[in-house]
């Protein structure tokens, strides 16, 4: 449909971000939100009420956080330490999650730090840097990724019973904000958008698009929350570090048909999780390549540098081990505190800079 290599169209957009975020939040998040009851609930309504105001910069400041690594040298270097460093940090962290799943219940025979490399190079083929290849694959995987996963939460659904809420805590203000900001700043994250040189349609409509997005996102996360509720109960799930896994066993086709029906949840599950590290590394390219050479050749051969750089980097962040503190006890700490609010104030600055050059 598109003859321009830089052109995606919004619907494009719009499933790539729910295949990037969707096993992440199932996976990583689901189980740290049921934890934390209806406070967590109310929490990520509110979370999500809040990126929409965030979209909504956004997508007036697209050109203007683009220019910021066209603006001068310092600006330039500042933007690829804040976004580089969370990309690299990001993709260690994924990569940790993924190899540990994939260890205890696929390839229990394989050395951890070799099969990460397996999973860095699928990551890495799969996507590379090229946007009409991204565009493809999201379009022909949405509706096998995003169905499947409704389709799983039905079947769990089947086993659930109504949540106790006398055994959660009780609701309270602190508590809703605290969740509430956890999902905002995952959102945040879509902050790289304007650096991955990525021309969409109708541009006025990308706020209403990732919003779109966000809700899909936001009702797959709460309703895989209250079926872990229903399933596990509350005292349950607090003492699982990834209960949705054990979601994936415990789920059937009515009458028993195909037992092993959870090989079904972990295709999809490393399938979308796959997506997401391919995503980093696609940025990782996009950010540093702003510009286009005209050499095709060229520019294709630094676009594999930078990739196979960006992989290593991160293959070294999920190693990182200081007096036995990972990466995986710091990462979301590091995003609430650090990266989320940084990435909220280059989007308003950016902003406030543009208008100020247009006046």
Request: proline share 2%.
């Amino acid at each position: 449909m598109f003859a321009d290599n830089q052109k995606i169209s919004n619907r494009q957009l719009k499933r790539q971000m729910v295949i990037s975020f969707a096993g992440v939040l199932v996976l990583l998040l689901s189980g740290g939100v049921a934890g934390g009851g209806l406070n967590a609930v109310f929490g990520i309504i509110l979370g999500y009420l809040g990126l929409l105001a965030f979209f909504f910069f956004l997508s007036q400041n697209m050109t203007a956080m683009r220019k910021l690594v066209t603006g001068g040298k310092v600006l330039k270097w500042i933007i690829y330490l804040v976004y580089g460093s969370f990309l690299v940090l990001t993709g260690g962290y994924l990569l940790e999650q993924i190899s540990k799943i994939s260890h205890i219940y696929l390839l229990s025979e394989i050395d951890p730090n070799l099969l990460k490399i397996l999973i860095l190079v699928t990551a890495a083929l799969g996507m590379g840097s090229d946007v009409q290849k991204r565009g493809r694959m999201g379009e022909a995987s949405f509706s096998l990724i995003f169905w499947g996963f409704v389709l799983l939460l039905i079947l769990a659904a089947l086993h659930m019973r109504i949540p106790d809420v006398q055994a959660m805590p009780k609701v309270n203000g602190k508590s809703m904000l605290s969740y509430g900001y956890l999902y905002f700043s995952m959102g945040t994250v879509i902050s790289l958008l304007p650096f991955a040189y990525v021309k969409t349609e109708r541009r006025k409509k990308q706020t209403w698009e990732m919003g779109k997005s966000w809700l899909l996102l936001t009702i797959l996360i709460i309703s895989t929350v209250l079926i872990l509720l229903g399933t596990y109960g509350y005292p349950g799930v607090k003492t699982m570090e990834l209960p949705v896994l054990n979601l994936m066993a415990g789920t059937s086709l009515p009458g028993g048909f195909l037992d092993r029906f959870d090989i079904i949840w972990m295709a999809l599950l490393l399938f979308a999780l796959l997506f997401s590290l391919g995503s980093l590394l696609f940025y990782c390219v996009r950010l540093v390549r702003t510009k286009e050479d005209s050499d095709k050749e060229k520019e294709s051969r630094i676009s594999r540098n930078i990739l196979w750089g960006a992989a290593a980097l991160m293959w070294a962040a999920s190693m990182v081990n200081i007096e036995g503190i990972k990466l995986n006890a710091v990462y979301l700490k590091l995003l609430q505190f650090g990266y989320a609010p940084l990435f909220v104030i280059i989007t308003l600055l950016a902003g406030c800079g543009l208008r100020r050059r247009q006046k």
